[in-house]
T-cell receptor
Framework: EAGVVQSPRYKIIEKKQPVAFWCNPISGHNTLYWYLQNLGQGPELLIRYENEEAVDDSQLPKDRFSAERLKGVDSTLKIQPAELGDSAVYLC????????????FGQGTRLTVV | DQQVKQNSPSLSVQEGRISILNCDYTNSMFDYFLWYKKYPAEGPTFLISISSIKDKNEDGRFTVFLNKSAKHLSLHIVPSQPGDSAVYFCAASATGTASKLTFGTGTRLQVTL
């Protein structure tokens, strides 16, 4: 069974430019998450989807970040415009949503803003 | 406000010995706890979990202990192997599911020969 797939793996952009990340969750997982991981820190939740609905986006900086999950499968996370402080690893995860089950993470996209 | 704390940034253990990684939490609503392992340039990989109705869960070389009164959990790895060298994250949820995980800052485990 394929895991959570993210692309690109690495991205370097200049500040003020837009950037987008893509995620394909594990087949059948209704719940999809985007996490942000800064260096030396644990992942922090940005947004959680149940199917196509964003049910928790309280930590998403909505002035520059946006996300969508069309058709309740793949998802994209966009930053426009990017700032130097956005340099981090962006992790996508999915889970079946049932009790006592875990979230499965993709390999992440390492963003460097210069 | 760090609700999940891993106070040891690093730990070095000899191969074959026991590794004990600790995690403390402050939110009494947390009822589901997970440990993830992370290698460089990879995403976190699930290792083991425990529900608040239990105080111990075991899976092969890995055992997680939960002390609810102390708001403390620990991960024991016995025996430790060089391949266990990674960063270990403790995570907690207040929903009984993985729907909103709060992670600690991680502990880097180095298993030496």
């Amino acid at each position: 069974e394929a895991g959570v797939v993210q692309s690109p793996r690495y991205k370097i952009i200049e500040k003020k430019q837009p950037v987008a990340f893509w995620c394909n969750p594990i087949s059948g997982h209704n719940t999809l998450y985007w996490y942000l991981q800064n260096l030396g820190q644990g992942p922090e939740l940005l947004i959680r989807y149940e199917n196509e609905e964003a049910v928790d986006d309280s930590q998403l900086p909505k002035d520059r970040f946006s996300a969508e999950r069309l058709k309740g499968v793949d998802s994209t996370l966009k930053i426009q415009p990017a700032e130097l402080g956005d340099s981090a690893v962006y992790l996508c995860a999915s889970s079946p949503g049932a009790m006592n089950t875990e979230a499965f993470f993709g390999q992440g996209t390492r963003l460097t803003v210069v | 406000d760090q609700q999940v704390k891993q106070n040891s940034p690093s730990l070095s253990v000899q191969e074959g010995r026991i590794s004990i990684l600790n995690c403390d939490y402050t939110n009494s609503m947390f009822d589901y706890f997970l440990w993830y392992k992370k290698y460089p340039a990879e995403g976190p990989t699930f290792l083991i979990s425990i529900s608040s109705i239990k105080d111990k869960n075991e899976d092969g070389r890995f055992t997680v202990f939960l002390n609810k009164s102390a708001k403390h959990l620990s991960l024991h790895i016995v025996p430790s192997q060089p391949g266990d060298s990674a960063v270990y994250f403790c995570a907690a949820s207040a929903t009984g599911t993985a729907s909103k995980l709060t992670f600690g800052t991680g502990t880097r485990l180095q298993v030496t020969l």
